[in-house]
């Protein structure tokens, strides 16, 4: 199975069970920005509990690696679980919304992209994408987030709205690593 595949997969499943969601991370960032290798799948989701066995039914064990255990703790902590294809290599990291002001934004600013010629899917739109790119970065500090944000800066500039991107900035605390990267840009 290859990444794209998988992509699909994960989309006409949450679609079919009606299932909120958003991708974000770094297919994302690609979608906004420059093109760079990703083993995973980040998908924001707004899954209750009864809908975990029906998601169970969409990974067949012979093929998917999915804890149910996993998937029902995650729910109930507002965390999140991995879907793991292993003869591939590829996960989904499935993040459960936390329905907090951010998520609430951002499921609201969702933008429909083509993730195949025939096919879209939700993705969180790029300023919300690069606020959570920040956060990763604060916590982490890995340079591949300010790569990405700079790259989505470049190729996605004029659809971009920084102005709420320094708002979220300020209330996530955010402000100082946003205003760097905005002097760093010729």
Same mark, same amino acid.
């Given at each position: 199975? +290859?990444?794209?595949? *998988? $992509?699909?997969?994960?989309? !006409?499943?949450?679609?079919?069970?009606?299932?909120?969601?958003?991708?974000?991370?770094?297919?994302?960032?690609?979608?906004?920005?420059?093109?760079?290798?990703?083993?995973?799948?980040?998908?924001? =989701?707004? $899954?209750?509990?009864?809908?975990?066995?029906? *998601?169970?039914?969409?990974?067949?064990?012979?093929?998917?690696?999915?804890?149910?255990?996993?998937? !029902?703790?995650?729910? !109930?902590? !507002?965390?999140?679980?991995?879907?793991? @294809?292993? #003869?591939?290599?590829?996960?989904?990291?499935?993040?459960?919304?936390?329905?907090?002001?951010?998520?609430? #934004?951002?499921?609201?600013?969702?933008?429909? $992209?083509?993730?195949?010629?025939?096919?879209?899917?939700?993705?969180?739109?790029?300023?919300?994408?690069?606020?959570?790119?920040?956060?990763?970065?604060?916590?982490?500090? #890995?340079?591949? @987030?300010?790569?990405?944000? =700079?790259?989505? $800066?470049?190729?996605?500039?004029?659809?971009?709205?920084?102005?709420?991107?320094? #708002? &979220?900035? +300020?209330?996530?605390?955010?402000?100082?690593? &946003? +205003?760097?990267?905005?002097?760093?840009?010729?």
């Amino acid at each position: 199975m +290859e990444q794209h595949e *998988l $992509l699909l997969w994960i989309v !006409r499943c949450f679609e079919k069970l009606k299932i909120p969601y958003l991708i974000t991370g770094a297919i994302a960032s690609i979608a906004y920005g420059e093109p760079r290798f990703t083993n995973d799948i980040d998908i924001v =989701a707004d $899954l209750n509990l009864g809908q975990a066995s029906e *998601l169970r039914s969409f990974f067949p064990e012979d093929e998917f690696y999915m804890d149910d255990d996993t998937v !029902r703790n995650a729910i !109930r902590s !507002r965390y999140q679980f991995n879907i793991i @294809h292993p #003869s591939s290599g590829l996960k989904v990291d499935v993040i459960i919304s936390k329905k907090d002001d951010f998520d609430q #934004s951002r499921f609201k600013r969702i933008k429909r $992209l083509n993730v195949s010629e025939e096919e879209s899917a939700n993705f969180a739109a790029p300023e919300d994408v690069i606020i959570k790119k920040l956060e990763y970065f604060k916590k982490g500090g #890995s340079e591949k @987030h300010l790569r990405d944000i =700079a790259s989505m $800066l470049k190729i996605s500039a004029d659809m971009i709205d920084c102005t709420y991107i320094s #708002s &979220w900035a +300020e209330k996530l605390g955010l402000t100082e690593i &946003w +205003e760097a990267i905005q002097k760093k840009l010729p």
